[in-house]
C-alpha cells in the first residue's frame, strides 16, 4: 500500500510504517487540534456530520483488510456474542474457545494480541469477527467529541483514522478562515 489520491483531491497514506511515522510526530498536533475542535463554536452534531461524510470517502479508498495493523497492534474485548459465534465458526466448546484464544490476565474476555485469526493481513475468521472488529475504526458512531482520544491514538495506526484526521483538520481550519 502507498500513497493514492483520494477522490476529494487530497493524497492519501496508506503505508501503515508511514502512517505510524507521521501518526507519532503529529500526536502533540492532533491533541491541540482536538482542544481547539471541542471548545470551538462547532456543535456535536457538525462535528459528527463531517466525521461521517469524510470517513465514509476515505474508507471507500483505502481498503483495510490489507493493512491488518489494528489486528496485530490492538487487543479487544470480546462480548458473549462474540464469543459464542467465533466458537461456533471454528467448531469448538466455548470453555475450549475461552481456554485457547482469550488472554487469562485479563477482566475483560479479551484476545490476544496479535490477533490468532490474522492470516497474511488477512482475517481467517471474517464472517464470524467480533462486534469491535467489525464496527473498527469506529468513525460512523455519534458523539464523535467524547471519543478523540481514542481517534487520535487510532490515528497513529489506521492509515484510515489517520488520514480522518488529517482530513478534519484540514476541514476545521478552513472553516475556521472563513
Known amino acids: 500500500m502507498n500513497s493514492k489520491e483520494a477522490s ?9 510504517e508511514r502512517v505510524r511515522e507521521l501518526g507519532a510526530r503529529m500526536a502533540n498536533e492532533n491533541l491541540r487540534w482536538r482542544t481547539r475542535l471541542k471548545n470551538g463554536s462547532y456543535s456535536s452534531a457538525q462535528i459528527d456530520r463531517a466525521f461521517h461524510e469524510v470517513f465514509k470517502l476515505i474508507q471507500a479508498e483505502i481498503d483495510c483488510t490489507q ?28 470453555a475450549d474457545f475461552r481456554s485457547t484464544y482469550v488472554l487469562e490476565e485479563s477482566e475483560e474476555e479479551t484476545l ?7 492470516k497474511c493481513s488477512r482475517c ?11 464496527s473498527f475504526p469506529h468513525l ?6 467524547s471519543r478523540l482520544l481514542g481517534v487520535i491514538s487510532n490515528a497513529e495506526r489506521c492509515p484510515i483514522v489517520f488520514n480522518v484526521v488529517e482530513h478534519m483538520k ?3 481550519a478552513e472553516e475556521k478562515g472563513r
Open 8 to 16: 476529494f483531491g487530497r493524497e492519501l497514506v496508506t503505508n501503515p
Open 112 to 118: 490476544a494480541t496479535p490477533c490468532p485469526f490474522l
Open 67 to 94: 493493512c491488518g495493523v489494528c489486528c496485530r497492534d490492538m487487543s479487544f474485548e470480546l462480548g458473549a456474542g462474540d464469543i459464542q459465534r467465533l466458537a461456533r465458526h471454528l467448531n469448538l466448546s466455548i
Open 170 to 172: 484540514d476541514r476545521f
Open 140 to 145: 460512523d458512531k455519534p458523539d464523535m467529541t
Open 124 to 134: 481467517s475468521c471474517y464472517e464470524a469477527r467480533p462486534e469491535v472488529c467489525r
